[in-house]
């Protein structure tokens, strides 16, 4: 015979569950959103709580509003920028000029004291 519960078909924390161990359900009421694709999203909500203007799509993930014929549109998507990218945006070609002739001349001041440069 295998180890287990000495009741069979049990598991730890099961039992009748009814209104009367969770207490009442709050009150709802179900708000519609529309996506841009189309898709209707109905979630429930409690009577007091405040209902956002705008809901994630569980099918596509676009953002929903609860107006059919505008719904938001999608998001802009920003392509990966790279690491220089960043810098471009940061720092002029002639300040990049400046900054590396310094960088360089430091290098070549430590070559001629005979200092290891990596």
Request: hydrophobic share 30%.
């Amino acid at each position: 015979m295998a180890g287990g519960s000495a009741i069979r078909g049990s598991r730890v924390g099961a039992g009748p569950m009814g209104e009367a161990e969770r207490g009442e359900a709050a009150p709802r009421q179900e708000v519609t959103y529309w996506c841009a694709h189309g898709h209707r999203t109905t979630p429930s909500f409690a009577l007091e709580a405040s209902v956002p203007a705008q809901w994630d799509c569980p099918r596509c993930g676009l953002p929903a509003s609860r107006d059919e014929e505008n719904p938001p549109p999608p998001p802009r998507i920003e392509p990966y920028k790279t690491h220089l990218a960043y810098v471009k945006e940061r720092r002029s070609d002639a300040e990049a000029q400046a900054i590396l002739d310094e960088a360089l001349s430091t290098l070549r001041d430590r070559r001629k004291r005979g200092e290891v440069v990596f």
